[in-house]
């Protein structure tokens, strides 16, 4: 029987997997890779490891988020989270923007943090290199470390179990993850101290949400890679705009092969979205409200093919974060033009929709005494009511339906990794 608060939020489904707990505390609390419920904390039964729980409760945005203190100036800001200045562009160099997921900014802004010595590592995620299905988190020092981890993996990570080793250490690190993971950050920061001082800069990417390992081997299996296969390399974005899904693997003989390479839009519309987490689907931030810049694709004017030249939409989000874009816009790292702050939405329209209907199925959950996050200061039944009919019914119809298809009453339970 669950009691400590961790467990107990992994089994109500809220936990995004963004590792601050186990960061904090790795003695008495492990990441696992679920297959289905994806990468979840699992903590020791013992007393150490209620103890543990109990403290890693504040650091966790999975269960409470709360936008009150977010400055909000208009509508744009009430939706999306503080936009202060926005751009597209890309990194002027050339092989960062290649390996980049959109435009490279996020790695060009990391290396420009290194380089300009805001910070002595930058804290992400990368693929394992022992088994590139799945990612580990990282502190990179160089050049090299960042762009070995380019291109967004559309698969579970936890860079936050880094924030521990940040908060213990004494330089200063910035921290790359998705909206959820800086949003955990965000909140250590504001009860750790010794954090607060040491995170001079977040990044987020933009995210609509992370599909577990099963979507990763159904996605291999398209490609063609035999199941027995040794993977060496897994590619889901980035080598061009929006870049080919494409992997690398050893054939039985030892010979290396690489598989077909198939469309961003092929893989994540026909294989990988449909395994994304019940929390992604009811997530309010998609576009990293809690950081200092985020960064997403400018889908309004999109590429023409598969592998074009990249470019990035660059969110200011806070004083420090408009304030380092703008030196790494004069420095050269970034070429990138001004764009009116509404251009989140017109690159972001599905995400807006999605942020809408998260009110009607918290409503259908409730409904049904499911338990929900704790969520604060976001205007959601605003922008709830402003979806269409059909869309508002949706939201609570179909959370009905996929809690009775998912059987999310049961709650999550965490297998054990085989040995
Ligand atoms: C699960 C997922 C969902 C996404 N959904 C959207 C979306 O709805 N709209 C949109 O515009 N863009 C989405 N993206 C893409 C992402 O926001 C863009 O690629 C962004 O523009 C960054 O591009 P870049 O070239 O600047 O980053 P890069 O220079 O390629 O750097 C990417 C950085 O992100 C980190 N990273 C990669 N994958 C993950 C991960 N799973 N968790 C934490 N950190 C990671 C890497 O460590 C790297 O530092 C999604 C990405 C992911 C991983
Ligand atoms: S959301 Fe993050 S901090 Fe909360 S339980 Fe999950 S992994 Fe731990
Ligand atoms: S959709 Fe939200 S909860 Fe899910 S991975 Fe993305 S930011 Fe995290």
Aim: charged share 25%; with cysteine; hydrophobic share 40%.
């Amino acid at each position: 029987m669950t009691t400590d608060p961790i467990s107990k939020i992994v089994a109500r489904n809220l936990c995004t997997g963004c590792g601050a707990c186990a960061g904090a505390f790795p003695q008495a609390i492990q990441m696992r890779e679920d297959p289905i419920h994806g990468r979840r904390p699992v903590v020791a039964d013992s007393l150490e490891g209620q103890q543990a729980s109990a403290a890693a409760l504040k650091l966790c945005a999975g269960q409470n988020s709360d936008w009150s203190d977010l400055p909000v100036q208009d509508d744009i800001d009430a939706d999306w989270g503080p936009v202060l200045e926005t751009w597209e562009g890309w990194a002027s160099d050339p092989e960062t923007r290649f390996k980049g997921s959109s435009g490279g900014a996020v790695t060009a802004l990391a290396e420009f943090a290194l380089s300009s010595g805001l910070a002595k590592g930058v804290a992400h995620i990368t693929a394992r290199k022992d088994d590139p299905r799945l990612n580990e988190a990282v502190i990179s020092e160089d050049r090299a470390g960042l762009l070995a981890a380019a291109g967004s993996r559309y698969a579970q990570a936890s860079p936050c179990e880094m924030l521990g080793p940040i908060a213990a250490g004494d330089a200063p690190v910035a921290f790359i993850g998705k909206p959820c993971d800086v949003a955990s950050a965000h909140r250590a920061a504001k009860s750790v101290p010794a954090l607060a001082d040491k995170l001079p800069l977040t990044i987020s990417i933009f995210c609509a949400g992370a599909p577990n390992l099963v979507a990763t081997q159904s996605l291999l299996d398209h490609l063609g890679v035999p199941k027995e296969a040794k993977v060496l390399d897994l590619r889901y974005r980035g080598h061009g705009w929006p870049g080919l899904m494409q992997a690398k693997w050893q054939d039985g003989d030892g010979q290396q092969r690489e598989s077909r390479g198939i469309p961003y839009a092929e893989g994540w519309g026909r294989i990988l979205q449909s395994e994304r987490r019940w929390r992604c689907r009811i997530c309010t931030d998609h576009t990293g409200a809690f950081a200092d810049i985020s960064v997403g694709d400018p889908w309004h004017a999109p590429p023409e093919g598969n592998e074009d030249a990249g470019r990035s939409l660059i969110v200011a989000r806070s004083p420090r974060g408009r304030a380092f874009v703008r030196a790494a816009i004069a420095a050269g790292v970034l070429v990138a033009d001004a764009r009116a702050r509404s251009v989140i939405e017109e690159a972001q329209p599905n995400l807006r929709a999605t942020h809408g209907a998260v009110w009607g199925r918290l409503v259908a959950m409730r409904a049904v005494g499911l338990p929900t996050p704790k969520l604060r200061g976001q205007r959601l039944f605003a922008t709830w009511r402003s979806l269409p009919v059909k869309a508002k019914l949706q939201s609570v119809l179909g959370t009905w339906k996929r809690i009775l298809r998912e059987r999310l009453w049961t709650g999550v339970s965490i297998s054990e990794p085989k040995a």
